[in-house]
């Protein structure tokens, strides 16, 4: 390719739901290679953006580029060099974490005998082997969120889109799962979440962005949007409201 | 430190059973909102209600409005018993329940188990069938009315009441048994033996009660129709008919018996209850197995997929194939596809026969008495139960869809998988039916017939319900009860799936006109015409369907995604 395309490139995309507008024109350009971290309060539209930016959304207008395909114009190309993770981890929990793997591969098109040792890999690695026999739907919420980790990266995409990969995850898992990703990216992978977890996003990324009320309030670098303070003080500037009690809830202390 | 616990002193306000209506009112009313369509396919299944109410009326007031008294007993007798059955039965096998307010919601409230029961069962009573059948069981108080005067009118309007109490009762008490025994792994084949063996009965019942139907004369009906009312079937329903006809003692005794069924009935939900507010926790982990043997690709397919390539298309066909047994939503499906097909083609070929052929020389050539024309209809309505099964099979994935609209797999292999998978559970059982059937009507020969009417109604039917199911997907609610609806639409659900039978009907009618027409010829062709209808009509649904599904897969996953 003699253009470089950036990993993802939204343009206006916008989307209301019954009137209310969930996501009011987003512009975001995710350079290749970068670990680009999606912040917001809850209700912020991170979902509803990473939604229509993977295929799973239609939006009322705008386009989004996956490596310069573009997801609604020619969806299998684009999906082809995606990963994804929904919210809420939305799986086949029917299933148990290895028939998970395959049928995600085989889904993808893949070798089976390539599925059979990379799912291996996978669920060795992400200490998913002991599950055996159990169910997706019995396991854990950390485990669940390995699982959904394990889909996503089995097929090799390019680029990786995880909705808050890190949420109802205990410290162990939430490390593994650190080190996974950063390893995806130093191999040249772009890595997209969405997070409210500031700690995580200070440590890994490399670009944030801060979405609220649908719209983007600060982008670039993390250096650039955190200046010399705290992400949790830029974040909490930028979204505003509340952050301590007044008068009320006396009650509470009685 | 410990915190003193202070009890309040302000008095806490009791909840009653008026809250939970409320509740419901409200509920329904929030669906509907911002969603014509949802509105106005309520009220035409409100109008269906009101249709099937009026001639329920006209049917029970019958009696009283010709003053023919001796058959009072017998049409309340019987009309009620059916009421009774059916709202014992059809939530089983059909319908499901309106589960606006689910039990599992309110586990964590302080309400005393009495306080739930009351008011989810006075929730329950708001609906448009609980209404209809109020309507039309009004026709029994018109007939005491006018046969007995005030008092037994007075009589009749209580009876009724309690009668309608109980229909809610009983249809709330048995799906919830059945979902705790389906819900839970363990008994689980149970469960499925136990409906398997409920159905087996069902069929001799029904063609015994058909013969003696037949040799009977009114008299002696009447008779039966007296037995049956002292049973709770019958008993809130004739307590009016009692008192006109001057038994006046029978009436509290029977509203007795009434009340009595009525409590074991809900204290026999109020059990079950229990379980489905703790949900699929009771359930139990499975146990941890390990031993697993071979790749993770080998563990995906089944036995019953083995044959299946090991790409693409199998592994839908595996996971589509694995999720028909493991989901109980799914397996309760299959379960009713077995019963139903197992019992309805005896009951219209046995029975129906000996009924239209009432004066027959004698019983022994009842049997005789089908044609290739009824046995084809049978098998069509067979054939259209087993496809409507697939009206809303996105709505059984619920969000987990994604996963395939990510990887963007092209609607029409995801379609033709999807019938795949579910062919090879129900085509075996088709295949059972048919062959069960040809031997019970004593004519081997007939086996083509029969098969080739169910496979070319079970094609086209699942060409039609693709179509519906990318069309008219909607998401189902996720608790544990796999007789659950969604929030109140159930009217409107229940109104798609008749069209969906409809439609598939239609499209199978050549094969009953071609069994009427063709005569003897039909018998040797019936086979490889019907299966090569069936087979061309999936394969064009799936090819249609499969077009529409490519354009519109994200909606269908926001459809099918429930609301939180």
């Known amino acids: ?254 | 430190m410990a915190v003193p616990v202070s009890t309040d002193a302000t008095p806490v306000r009791t909840v009653s059973a008026r809250h939970f209506v409320r509740l419901k009112l409200r509920v329904m009313g929030n669906n509907f909102r911002g969603q014509g369509w949802r509105i106005a396919l309520f009220i035409g299944g409100a109008l269906l209600g009101l249709w099937f109410a009026v001639s329920g009326f006209f049917l029970f007031a019958l009696p009283g409005l010709t003053g023919e008294g001796q058959y009072a007993v017998l049409v309340a007798a019987a009309g009620g018993g059916l009421l009774v059955l059916g709202w014992l039965l059809l939530p089983l096998v059909f319908f499901g329940v309106d589960e606006t307010l689910d039990p599992a919601r309110f586990a964590l409230l302080p309400l005393t188990r009495r306080t739930l029961v009351t008011g989810l069962f006075a929730a329950a009573l708001v609906s448009v069938p609980v209404l209809a059948v109020l309507i039309a069981s009004f026709g029994l108080v018109l007939t005491a009315w006018s046969l007995g005067g005030w008092s037994a009118g007075l009589v009749a309007v209580v009876g009724v009441i309690a009668g309608l109490l109980l229909c809610v009762a009983a249809s709330r008490a048995l799906t919830s048994a059945f979902a705790t025994m389906l819900r839970s792994r363990r008994v689980r084949d149970l469960a499925a033996v136990l409906l398997a063996v409920t159905a087996a009965l069902l069929g001799p019942l029904q063609v015994f009660g058909l013969a003696a139907l037949r040799e009977a004369d009114w008299t002696r009906l009447t008779g039966v129709a007296t037995v049956i009312g002292w049973t709770p079937f019958g008993a809130p329903w004739t307590a009016g008919i009692d008192v006109a006809q001057g038994r006046v003692w029978a009436a509290p005794v029977k509203l007795l018996i009434t009340v009595v069924a009525l409590g074991a009935l809900l204290a026999w939900w109020s059990r079950s209850l229990e379980s489905a507010m703790v949900g699929a926790a009771s359930a139990g982990k499975a146990p941890v197995q390990r031993g697993v043997t071979g790749g993770a690709v080998a563990q995906l397919f089944p036995r019953i997929a083995g044959w299946a390539r090991r790409d693409r298309f199998g592994a839908l066909v595996a996971r589509e194939a694995r999720y028909w047994w493991r989901d109980a939503r799914r397996r309760a499906n299959l379960i009713t596809i077995a019963v139903v097909g197992i019992f309805v083609p005896v009951m219209i070929n046995l029975g129906g026969a000996g009924f239209v052929a009432g004066d027959g020389p004698d019983s022994t050539t009842s049997a005789a008495n089908s044609s290739p024309v009824l046995v084809t209809i049978s098998m069509l309505f067979v054939g259209v139960v087993a496809a409507v099964t697939l009206a809303n099979q996105f709505g059984f994935d619920g969000s987990a869809y994604a996963v395939n609209v990510v990887a963007g797999v092209p609607g029409r292999v995801e379609l033709g998988a999807r019938m795949t998978a579910f062919s090879l559970y129900v085509l075996p059982m088709l295949a059972f039916v048919a062959v069960v059937l040809s031997i019970v009507l004593g004519r081997p020969g007939w086996i083509g017939l029969t098969i080739g009417g169910l496979v070319a109604t079970y094609g086209a039917g699942l060409a039609v319900n693709s179509l519906v199911s990318v069309l008219g997907a909607y998401s189902l609610p996720e608790t544990s009860n796999p007789f659950a609806m969604n929030s109140g639409a159930g009217v409107a659900k229940g109104l798609l799936t008749l069209l969906a039978m409809l439609a598939s009907a239609v499209a199978a009618v050549p094969m009953v006109v071609a069994a009427a027409l063709l005569g003897d010829a039909w018998l040797w062709l019936a086979l490889p015409v019907g299966a090569a209808y069936g087979l061309g009509a999936a394969l064009l649904g799936a090819y249609l369907a499969g077009d529409v599904l490519d354009r519109r897969q994200p909606e269908l996953l926001a459809t099918v995604t429930p609301r939180r």
Not at chain 1, 107 to 124: C, F, T
Not at chain 1, 174 to 203: K, N
């Open chain 1, 1 to 254: 390719m003699t253009v470089e395309h950036p990993a993802l490139a939204l343009r206006g995309l916008a989307k209301r739901f019954d009137g209310t507008i969930a996501v009011a024109g987003v512009d975001l350009d995710v350079p290749a290679g970068s670990f680009y971290g999606l912040l917001g309060p809850n209700g912020a539209g991170k979902t509803t953006t990473l939604s229509m930016a993977v295929g799973l959304l239609r939006p009322d207008a705008g386009s989004a580029r996956v490596l310069g395909q573009d997801v609604w114009q020619d969806p299998v190309a684009a999906k082809r060099l995606l990963g994804v993770m929904p919210d809420g981890v939305r799986l086949f929990d029917r299933l148990t974490g290895a028939e998970l793997l395959a049928y995600n591969g085989l889904l993808r098109g893949m070798d089976p005998a390539v599925v059979d040792q990379r799912a291996a890999e996978l669920l060795d690695v992400l200490a998913l082997g002991d599950a055996g026999r159990t169910l997706v739907v019995d396991y854990s919420a950390g485990m669940k969120k390995k699982i959904g980790l394990a889909c996503a990266l089995l097929h090799g995409p390019r680029v990786l889109v995880l909705d808050e990969p890190f949420e109802a995850v205990d410290p162990v898992s939430a490390a593994l799962i650190r080190d996974i990703l950063t390893r995806y990216a130093a191999g040249g992978g772009t890595v997209v979440f969405s997070s409210h977890v500031m700690e995580v996003v200070e440590r890994l990324c490399s670009h944030v962005a801060i979405l609220a009320s649908g719209t983007i309030k600060r982008v670039g670098t993390i250096g650039e949007v955190r200046g010399d303070r705290s992400l949790e003080q830029v974040f909490v500037e930028v979204v505003g409201g509340r952050t301590a009690t007044g008068e009320e809830l006396s009650w509470l202390s009685r």
